[in-house]
């Protein structure tokens, strides 16, 4: 392990018998004190809605900031400076900008902080605070503009009340009341926006809470508060036992853990068989085609494993402390916690298309981005300014740009792929299936081949990676756009439904 580590040696004697290095260790140890926590501050700590539920807040902060000393020594110092920072701007700033300059200052410390930990720990993967650090960026971005978007949704209110008392007539007011000023805010940002700025303890708490400060994942600010304050919306046709019952999410808490087991399970046995730079040496080259293919599958199916296990630890802190009940699904009759859900297995594994995979990989970021990002950038801008958040809050390796550049690419080259395709599939079922095994296939070969380079880190082993592999996936993607810029589209009479609107397309 580094020396660049700041965090606590007090486990270091249990390295040993777990054959974990020390940073890692104290992760898990801590996730696990997190998650142990979480049931006696649902109960000695009880949410009272109207009151100011001080000590619940004040509990949450204490105990976050204890995990993040443990985890990483004074380095908690940079999460602190940066909300600090972040806070004084959404005060004093020109509010005109105040947004703006919040979030510019947030993903430029992080970055200076990313590159500090190359220098220091180039090729390296402990742990460090630069973890947190993206996580509370989220936070702080989105915070920022979140209470922007409350500051005009009260303007408009209020334009809206003074229109209506200077009203003369009935008719008048008739009139009037049809012309009702609208904050020309999304349906996402009229879900988050802030009216009220936060107390001192509300933010700090909302930047390093015990649940969520060392994996996440990021919760917008109105979710975290309805949570501390005992404000989650809840169906109004449900007992008092039943409301209680949804949020202690016991059955959900069971199936989240079940499935940590498994992923702490392939990593530990199967990170050694199959260990990921071995894509970018000389033993590599020597395989045929497919066994590269079947080593690049299996390789990168156990790195994901290792951000599963990560994810599903921050899922089960915030569903221990009564955190993420977000309704009943109306078709299954089963509750759902998809404000702490930040993958879905199933939709990245067995992807039928890019955008599954983008979309339920990382799906906290992919929201962050969306809001904070896409909406708020003119939209002939906006896949460009996507592109360059999310490549500067992963930070600055080469490897991570050869999968984002590659990407855009390809997910180019599979819309146009849908477009003129899938269509040419639709008559049968037998057809369906065909269809969707093929894109699967393509999907998941896609996904390792980028994935490989991107945790390789370096450019020089991305390169030998996907020199091993002849450019394959480069190479037919190519051919296909090629192809496809010379062909028109289907016909509309066999065309598929129209898609959805299109969200933010980027690699998390």
């Known amino acids: 392990m580094s020396d660049f580590y700041s965090g606590s040696y007090l486990l270091s004697p249990f390295v040993l018998y777990t054959g974990l290095t020390v940073d890692k260790l104290n992760f898990i140890v801590c996730q696990l004190v997190a998650i142990a926590l979480g049931r006696p501050f649902q109960k000695y700590f009880v949410a009272e ?100 978007d409350g500051i005009v949704v009260k303007a408009m209110e209020e334009a809206d009340r003074k229109k209506k008392t200077d009203d003369q007539t009935e008719q008048q007011e008739s009139d009037k009341s049809s012309e009702k000023v609208k904050p020309n805010l999304t349906e996402r940002q009229m879900q988050h926006f802030v009216r009220d700025f936060p107390s001192l303890l509300q933010y700090y708490t909302y930047l390093v809470h015990f649940q969520g400060i060392l994996v996440g994942p990021f919760v917008f600010y109105v979710d975290f508060r309805n949570y501390m304050d005992g404000t989650i919306p809840m169906p ?97 009759g089963k509750a759902e916690y998809k404000t702490v859900q930040n993958f879905d297995f199933n939709g990245v594994e067995l992807s039928t298309s890019m955008k599954m995979a983008i979309d339920n990989w990382n799906i906290s970021t992919v929201h962050w981005l969306r809001e904070c990002v896409y909406e708020r950038v003119p939209s002939k801008h906006a896949t460009l300014a996507v592109f360059i958040a999310s490549a500067t809050w992963h930070g600055f390796y080469p490897g991570y740009y050869l999968l984002f550049i590659s990407v855009a690419f390809f997910t180019t080259v599979a819309r146009l792929a849908r477009r003129h395709l899938r269509p040419h599939f639709q ?26 380079a991107f945790a390789l880190l370096d450019l020089y082993k991305g390169l030998r990676f996907w020199w091993s592999m002849y450019f394959i996936v480069h190479v037919i993607a190519g051919l296909m756009y090629l192809g496809f810029v010379t062909l028109k589209p289907a016909s509309s009479s066999r065309r598929s439904a129209p898609e959805a609107p299109r969200r933010a397309e980027v690699a998390q």
């Not at 069971?254 to 940590?260: D, F, P, S």
Request: proline share 1%; net charge positive; aromatic share 16%.
């Open 49 to 148: 809605p109207g009151s100011s539920n001080m000590a619940r807040y004040a509990v949450s902060f204490v105990v976050g900031c204890l995990l993040c000393l443990f985890c990483f020594g004074h380095q908690i110092l940079h999460v602190l400076f940066q909300g600090t920072v972040c806070l004084l701007i959404m005060l004093y700033a020109d509010r005109r900008y105040a947004r703006f300059a919040a979030c510019i200052f947030a993903i430029a410390y992080l970055s200076a902080c990313h590159l500090m930990r190359q220098f220091y720990d180039y090729g390296g993967y402990t742990l460090d605070i630069t973890g947190p650090l993206m996580i509370s960026t989220q936070r702080l971005s989105t915070l920022a503009f979140n209470i922007h």
């Open 236 to 332: 109004s046709d449900l007992t008092k036992e039943q409301r209680e019952h949804y949020l202690r999410g016991t059955s959900r808490i069971l199936v989240v853990a079940k499935w940590t087991l498994f992923f702490a399970l392939v990593t530990l046995t199967m990170q050694t068989v199959f260990p990921l730079n071995f894509l970018a040496e000389d033993g590599f080259q020597s395989y045929s085609l497919i066994s590269k293919w079947f080593y690049m599958t299996l390789a990168c199916f156990v790195i994901r494993q290792r951000y599963y296990f990560a994810w599903s630890l921050g899922e089960l802190s915030y569903l221990s402390s009564g955190c993420g009940f977000t309704g009943i699904n109306k078709d299954t």
């Open 427 to 452: 008559g049968s079922e037998t057809a369906k299936l065909a269809y969707d095994v093929v894109t699967g296939l393509a999907s998941l070969t896609t996904l390792n081949y980028g994935a490989g």
